[in-house]
């Protein structure tokens, strides 16, 4: 009990000083220069992942491919639902039971609870297909932007059909 003055500011140290330890301990670099295709295939976004991610929880996705806020909307009407959903369920089940004696409907229930409830239904899948193809649309374009900033070209080949009917195979390069 003598020593109770002086606990507090030690753990308050020793906290202080492991979460600056951490912080000092970064990882080895084996190869600090890596090629533009390394170093893209080391920031390079799996759209199939992002996606994945954001079905199984909002914004999480989006979080992953580089734009958080592109999948607030989406999150905004799967939330939406959700509460129409529950709300409705609730509020139908509450309004439309008056007693244990009465069977329902009872006089009091309207039909715009079912209504909620079903556009609840419809608009939490909605919105994770929303979120999930949006996700996989900001990890291409996240992709897209890895590539030009460590300028790394694009070639294909392409070929098509003239209207003649004629095959023609041609290179593709964007600069």
């Known amino acids: 009990m003598k ?14 000083g492991v979460a600056g330890q951490a912080h000092a301990q970064r990882p080895k670099i084996e190869n600090p220069r890596k090629s533009p295709e390394e170093r893209y295939e080391d920031l390079r976004k799996s759209p199939l992942l992002a996606a994945t991610l954001e079905w199984i929880v909002p914004t999480v996705g989006h979080d992953y491919a580089g734009d958080r806020e ?13 509460g129409l959903l529950v709300g409705g369920a609730l509020l139908a ?52 932007y890895y590539r030009r900033s460590l300028r790394l070209e694009d070639a294909s080949l392409a ?5 003649a009917g004629q095959l023609g195979l041609g290179v593709s390069l964007r600069f």
């Open 3 to 16: 020593y109770r003055h002086i606990s507090a500011p030690l753990v308050l140290g020793a906290l202080l």
């Open 70 to 82: 592109a999948g607030m909307p989406a999150a905004a009407v799967t939330g939406l639902g959700a």
């Open 93 to 144: 089940y509450f309004s439309c039971w008056e007693s244990p004696s009465e069977p329902p409907p009872g006089p009091n229930c309207g039909r715009w609870y079912e209504v909620a409830a079903v556009t609840g239904f419809w608009l939490i899948p909605a919105g994770r297909i929303w979120a999930s193809v949006s996700a996989w649309r900001v990890a291409n374009r996240t992709n897209a």
């Open 159 to 163: 070929l098509s059909v003239t209207p």
